[in-house]
């Protein structure tokens, strides 16, 4: 039996009290079934070839982003433990090395985890007594992961910007960066939404964004008809200083590429949503690539760093298009002259288009020749 549920005036209470509405998102909601992985994989767990989902270049199971890493360090752990970054490499991508590693059978020996603190279980033995040793150690991110998803510009940059890049990797950063390709969130974020707020935070963020008439300060889009896409954000980042001087609104997609920022993860439907209404509102100054580098989805970034470089035309951000299933579907980026796309929802068949993954568009990109200006292939 159908029931029919009118919510109209416990919302219009809600206005009045100046809250937040909140939107529930089905996404996030942990199946009981799965909760064990997710327990696990904190730790770390042993992994099979063929549980390994690699479809976007990026490393996941059971829809959860990991990294993979070997604790096997034989008579090197104790140096591993104690000299951080000189044990084993952890993997993001599915790099080159990775390709080896299943060529020469050797891939059964690693583990994966979504831990974020940068520590891995290690084992292995003492050069002197020969007795096993168990430990953890700060490993270091692979190179060849970052250049493949030309994480931060790896790929394009010097060899020193690469070493700054492992230097200061941070896995948390690089989830928060790759978020919208996997449905299912780390664990130990879930806490990191509601720590740190006083208890009137509600009310006071709703006056805050109704003060800003529902705007971004810093993209300026108009979130009138999606309130719960508009964040107010510490600029100090004391969350306890709810002082005027000190809040300002902020979209959810502006809201996260703020400095120390690493935690906020923004679901991909929220960022096509948000890229709608600034193409609807911003007109032909959406189409720049200054514009486009600031709004595209921080997935992309590796993507279009490529494209920009190489002198070709800003792809349109959420292309609405319909699939051979005569579903609508929105692609990531896409030439639409060209009848190009790239989607990071999984795999789509439109007739007459191609369509590429995350990792299939990196490997494209870096394959292209310099351009003039006025096309995309």
Known sequence: MKLDIDLNELWACVDRMGA?????????????????????????????????????????IHGRQVVLFIPDHAFRVETAIQSPGQGNKFHVADCKT?????????????????????????FGYSQITKRQVEGSANLSVCKNCLNFLNYKGADTGSAQ?????????????FFSTYSSVFKQKPKSWIDKKTKGYTADWE??????????????????????????????HHMNGVKSDNSESN?????????????????????????????????????????????????????????????????????????????NTNKEIFLDAAWPDQKLGLFLDGRINIDGWTIFSLGE???WAKGLPTANGNTAT
Not at 105 to 112: A, D, I, K, L
Not at 161 to 173: A, G, H, M, T
């Open 247 to 323: 809040l300002i609104s902020l979209c959810a997609d502006c809201h996260r590429k703020e400095p120390y920022h690493e935690h906020m993860m923004v679901p991909r439907k929220d960022t096509l949503t948000i890229n709608e209404l600034r193409k609807a509102q911003l007109g032909n100054e959406f189409a720049t690539w200054n514009t486009t580098r600031k709004s595209a989805d921080p997935a992309l970034a590796g993507f279009l760093n490529y494209i920009e470089r190489k002198n070709y035309v800003t792809p349109v951000l959420g292309y609405s298009v319909t699939s």
């Open 203 to 232: 009310t006071i963020s709703g006056r805050v964004r109704a003060a800003a008439g529902y705007s971004c300060k810093h993209c300026f889009v108009d979130l009138s008809s999606h309130k719960h896409l508009l964040h107010v």
């Open 161 to 173: 910007n690469r070493q700054k890049l492992v230097d200061e990797f941070s896995i948390e950063e």
């Open 361 to 363: 568009a990196l490997e």
């Open 98 to 122: 990775l390709d080896d590693m299943k060529n020469r059978n050797r891939f059964e020996r690693y583990h994966v985890t979504n831990s974020i603190t940068g520590e891995f279980p290690v």
């Open 20 to 60: 937040q509405r909140q939107k529930l998102d089905l996404d996030e909601i942990w199946d009981s079934s799965t909760f064990a992985i997710d327990t696990e994989l904190e730790s770390g767990i042993e992994i099979k070839l063929e549980d390994l989902e690699t479809d976007q270049g990026l490393l996941g």
